[in-house]
T-cell receptor
């Protein structure tokens, strides 16, 4: 049972480099999310998607872009990495928005630890 | 603004009971979530409350008071594997989750 899979798990970048984080889910969920988690702070939503071909900005979208070309995949891109983007990134998916139709709990990937030097 | 408050760290003894509190202020409210996150791992869903009262699920229970903007997670018969961070999150009027910073629970033998 794969659930939500993220790649890569670890990455070190130099300032100004670009990269893409890949997220795949096999639960046929409509909703997908990218969060970042930093010490002493709650999870912060970067971007999310309510279905194939749609994306929307979250709380901290600047410096990131996303695409959802296929329902099962959600990609997070950093065009020009900055040290402030050093973080642990989590992808998540759900069958509905939290609390919209019951719990709509999130299923998270294992995380991607990104360091920008 | 929207805000979630929970203690940064708590310590408890194996076999004991611990209560982790969470207070929230959101624009609208569509439920309160608790997630468990072991160090270096992904958060996993524990509970969801939308009505006032206590929901019990094995050794874990979650309580909600909507009028007070307050919830707690109660863990009974603590085991060493319960050492983790516990994340509180509230769903606002747009069904967006507002997350607390998490409570790190340390279990001592």
């Amino acid at each position: 049972n794969a659930g939500v899979t993220q790649t890569p798990k670890f990455r070190v970048l130099k300032t100004g480099q670009s990269m893409t984080l890949l997220c795949a889910q096999d639960m046929n969920h409509e909703y997908m999310y990218w969060y970042r988690q930093d010490p002493g702070m709650g999870l912060r939503l970067i971007h999310y998607s309510v279905g194939e071909g749609t994306t929307a900005k979250g709380e901290v979208p600047d410096g990131y872009n996303v695409s959802r070309l296929k329902k099962q995949n959600f990609l997070l891109g950093l065009e020009s990495a900055a040290p402030s983007q050093t973080s642990v990134y989590f992808c998540a998916s759900s069958y509905t928005l939290g609390g919209q139709l019951g719990a709509g709990e999130l299923f998270f990937g294992e995380g991607s630890r990104l360091t920008v030097l | 603004g929207q805000n979630i408050d929970q203690p940064t760290e708590m310590t408890a003894t194996e076999g004991a009971i611990v209560q982790i509190n969470c207070t929230y202020q959101t624009s609208g409210f569509n439920g309160l979530f608790w997630y468990q996150q072991h160090a270096g791992e992904a958060p996993t869903f524990l509970s969801y409350n939308v009505l006032d009262g206590l929901e019990e699920k094995g050794r874990f229970s979650s309580f909600l008071s909507r009028s007070k903007g307050y919830s707690y997670l109660l863990l009974k018969e603590l085991q060493m594997k319960d050492s983790a961070s516990y994340l509180c999150a509230a769903s606002d009027s747009n069904y967006q989750l507002i997350w607390g910073a998490g409570t790190k629970l340390i279990i001592k033998p």
